[in-house]
């Protein structure tokens, strides 16, 4: 049947209407292409991108802590910030972890690079210094101010630490390998430069303490907040020299806590306090931290040989293996501030001891015996070397 041209017309725009009102207009059909990639950019920036951020940052400073082996630390991520928690044997250990941590390197597709941008320690027992919650011998966390941190331990000396310029840097390294003693045999420099105009004073201040750490046999010389800090064993002969030159003013700064150890005096202090306490044990009731009434004197004897001791001292609470590994460190650590808490009472300075409970992490006798482990239910009190 054919149509005439009135009714194909119709035909046409019937037709024509139909097909307009069942689809959609072009616009959003064209926009889906977009929509999409915006949604995997949304998945990639939400889900992959921390993701992969986040891991390479656990990874560098779980490699820190293994290569260190400070078992004692546990490290939580968030991203690229990185918080360690646990107790460190000395607070200086502490710092000295969260430190390497922050120079931690990884390779990425432009080099290697830092991958952890902020770190925080939250440290219990010898974490933290009985007299202050910071340690003037590590860097400040979070700023950009110059500082340096130089540590001589064994036969590494070991430069760290934020410089004003590239020129302060070698010229601090240059001086670190000059006319070395013998007993160093290695430099290692972990020193960067934070491309400020270098303060009066501050490059002149920083050759002084590297030229001050050779001196001493070991020790740690920093510069943080503006003060010049200087722990440094030596023997007994050298000791008035080093502090004179320890003490003098500063063209940057200003002198700070200087703490000079004569080895002689060390090893005999340590040697007394082994001595009583070894002949003498101090004893808890079973499974507490109360120290039995019957040491009483013992304690006295203990608090006078300790205040004739030099330096800083650490009380150590040990344990055998019996149990939990986390109660027995938590017992060992009460344990350990029960005896420091003790000789305090008994005159000895706050800010000269500190308690660390170390579980049974390092026995003396062999815990598959009695008497091994009495040996290992012990306190020992020693002083901080002055490279921790």
């Known amino acids: 049947m054919s149509l005439n041209p009135a009714e194909s017309r119709q035909t046409a725009v019937r037709r024509f209407r139909r097909a307009s009102a069942g689809g959609l207009p072009f616009v959003p059909y064209g926009l889906l292409p977009l929509l999409g990639l915006a949604l995997l950019t949304l998945i990639a920036w939400t889900s992959f991108a921390p993701h992969s951020v986040e891991t390479v940052a656990r990874n560098a400073a779980r490699q820190v802590v293994e290569g260190t082996g400070a078992d004692w630390a546990e490290v939580k991520v968030s991203g690229q910030w990185v918080t360690v928690t646990g107790t460190p044997p000395?607070?200086?250990?502490?710092?000295?972890?969260?430190?390497?941590?922050?120079?931690?390197?990884?390779?990425?597709w432009l080099g290697a690079a830092r991958p952890v941008t902020r770190v925080s320690g939250k440290f219990g027992g010898a974490g933290l210094r009985p007299d202050r919650a910071d340690t003037t011998s590590a860097l400040s966390a979070g700023t950009d101010a110059p500082e340096f941190l130089f540590r001589l331990s064994g036969t590494k000396l070991t430069l760290d630490g934020r410089v004003p310029d590239i020129a302060t840097r070698d010229a601090v390294i240059a001086e670190a390998g000059k006319d070395l003693p013998r007993r160093i045999e290695e430099v290692v420099s972990q020193i960067e430069a934070i491309g400020i105009a270098s303060p009066a004073g501050f490059e002149e201040t920083a050759l002084r303490g590297v030229s001050l750490l050779k001196e001493c046999d070991s020790g740690v010389v920093s510069l943080t907040t503006k003060h010049l800090n200087v722990r440094c064993a030596l023997p007994e002969r050298e000791v008035e020299r080093v502090r004179a030159l320890a003490s003098r003013p500063l063209p940057?700064?200003?002198?700070?806590?200087v703490e000079i150890l004569a080895q002689e005096v060390v090893e005999t202090c340590e040697e007394?306090?082994?001595?009583l306490l070894e002949a003498s044990r101090?004893?808890?009731?079973p499974g507490s931290d109360q120290i039995t009434s019957s040491k009483a004197a013992l304690l006295d004897l203990t608090a006078r040989a300790a205040t004739d001791c030099p330096g800083r001292l650490r009380v150590e609470g040990h344990t055998d293996n019996t149990g939990s590994a986390a109660l027995?460190?938590?017992l060992s650590q009460r344990r350990a501030e029960a005896v420091r808490a003790a000789l305090i009472q008994r005159g000895v300075a706050p800010s000269r001891i500190f308690a660390a409970g170390y579980g049974p992490a390092k026995p003396v006798g062999d815990n598959a015996t009695e008497t091994g482990r009495a040996q290992n239910r012990r306190i020992e009190i020693r002083i901080v070397k002055a490279d921790e």
């Open 90 to 108: 000395t607070p200086e250990a502490g710092e000295r972890l969260l430190n390497a941590i922050r120079a931690a390197r990884a390779p990425t």
């Open 252 to 257: 940057y700064g200003s002198v700070g806590d």
């Open 272 to 275: 007394e306090l082994a001595r």
């Open 282 to 285: 101090i004893e808890f009731d």
């Open 328 to 330: 027995n460190e938590n």
